[in-house]
């Protein structure tokens, strides 16, 4: 008798985690650059990959540290998704207007400290221009432990990027509430199941 968990064919997770059903299938026009680190791919609470999986225009690229050939085609018209301490640093805010909205759109997807080291791992995105997301929004991601209110999952944090680029909230509301039900999904899960 085998002891291997049934796994789903188009997600590659247990079935009691597929995600396939949370999956919504999201128009963006803005395009994304999803860099997320080795230890996130796969991991059961990622939620880079449920955000890959909706977006229609969204590239995954799975590493620490990318060449510059790698990142040179998304540098141009790109804004980064990261947090900024710098007061010099060019930031786009919630008066961000169409004429001026980046078409691309990088994400880091790893943990605070992980994000961190990639961002400096990969130079060529420290110089890009920084979209700051308000400080009221909270998450739900509730099943990772996150030192401040305010800090978001990546699904959370890119939805709300975007719906800020493209001025249209309503785009990214299916799935950020089908991303509740994941979580809720994630957080009744029972291992012995």
């Known amino acids: 008798m085998s002891n291997k968990r049934a796994v789903c064919s188009d997600c590659q997770r247990p079935l009691a985690r597929c995600m396939c059903r949370y999956i919504v299938p999201t128009a963006n026009h803005c395009r994304v650059l999803l860099l997320q680190h080795p230890k996130e791919n796969g991991h059961p609470k990622n939620t880079g990959e449920l955000l890959w999986r909706s977006l229609q225009h969204c590239e995954l690229k799975v590493a620490e540290q990318f060449s510059l050939s790698e990142l040179s085609p998304w540098l141009p018209g790109a804004t980064l998704l990261y947090p900024t301490e710098k ?98 999904h994630l957080a009744n899960f029972d291992p012995n199941r």
């Open 87 to 184: 007061s010099d640093k060019p930031a786009y805010s919630d008066g961000l207007s169409q004429s001026h909205a980046p078409d691309k759109l990088i994400v880091i997807d790893a943990t605070w400290r992980k994000s961190l080291k990639m961002l400096h791992l990969n130079p060529a995105l420290l110089d890009l221009p920084r979209i700051q997301l308000a400080d009221h929004l909270c998450g739900n991601y509730r099943v990772r432990t996150a030192k401040k209110h305010h800090q978001l999952s990546t699904l959370e944090a890119s939805c709300y990027a975007l719906q800020q680029i493209e001025s249209n909230q309503s785009l990214y509301e299916p799935l950020l509430e089908q991303f509740d039900h994941y979580m809720t």
